[in-house]
């Protein structure tokens, strides 16, 4: 029975991940500039041979991306399928909406794209994927959930333990990470610079909701690939 029970988990722990994102429009300049900041496309991951660049190994792997379901593992007896069929109903139920202008800004010791505030559609999106989506997640092993949780307040600890993860809902912030952990003030301050210098033609052009991306790990530690988008309803 014990050997059953690892099985499942080896299993689990080696199974493709998958995630929803908000990513630019394909033809918006904010997804090129995005994608030749991080040093990939992940929509064509055949174009990621040269590694990411210095200081940018985790947003490299993750693609240009502002999470709205984080990375799951399906639950047992739930099928790929099934998630996207779910995913195009929420997509046809919501409609496009104009986004709040992005500005490079940090995140703790990261540089990221974030907008000014949240606005409540944005939010109505982001907890409809977290809630609806649900149970397509595979629960975490009491390991993961154990190490996942040291350091965070009672609060996170239980997002963590009911959603599989400590900054969504209440405690979700919409941004587009851009760089990894950086300790030392002085340099996030060249890291902000130079960003802003970067995206700053990409960011005068308005922003939309316009659809949500699957994205998928195909094993542990590979890069995320977007593996399909889902329109969201035109507004007449």
């Known amino acids: 029975m014990r050997r059953s029970i690892q099985s499942r988990r080896d299993t689990l722990l080696t199974s493709p991940r998958h995630a929803v994102y908000w990513t630019p429009e394909p033809g918006h300049p904010l997804w090129a500039a995005g994608c030749a900041w991080l040093g990939r496309d992940p929509s064509a991951p055949a174009l990621h041979e040269g590694g990411p660049p210095p200081g940018r190994a985790a947003p490299w792997r ?31 139920a919501t409609p496009r909406f104009a986004l709040q202008p992005l500005g490079v800004a940090t995140l703790g010791r990261f540089v990221a794209l974030r907008p000014p505030c949240t606005p409540p559609r944005l939010q109505a999106l982001a907890d409809a994927c977290v809630t609806r989506l649900d149970p397509w997640r595979a629960p975490l092993a009491p390991g993961e959930l154990e190490r996942r949780a040291a350091g965070l307040s009672e609060e996170r600890r239980a997002l963590l333990q009911r959603w599989g993860y400590p900054h969504v809902l ?37 922003l939309e909701m316009a659809s949500i991306s699957l994205f998928e790990e195909p094993a542990p530690g590979e890069p995320f690939r977007l593996r399909q988008r889902f329109a969201l309803r035109q507004v007449s």
Not at 75 to 89: H, K, S, V
Not at 178 to 204: E, K, T, V, Y
Request: glycine share 4%; hydrophobic share 50%; charged share 20%.
């Open 170 to 206: 209440q405690a979700w912030r919409f941004h587009l990470t851009l760089s990894d952990s950086i300790a030392d003030a002085a340099a996030r301050q060249s890291w902000l610079a130079a960003a802003r210098q970067h995206f700053a033609d990409a960011l005068a052009a308005p």
């Open 62 to 92: 993750y693609g240009l991306h502002a999470t709205l379901k984080p990375p799951m593992h399906l639950a047992p007896g739930r099928e790929l399928a099934g998630l996207c069929t779910e995913l195009q109903r929420l997509a046809e």
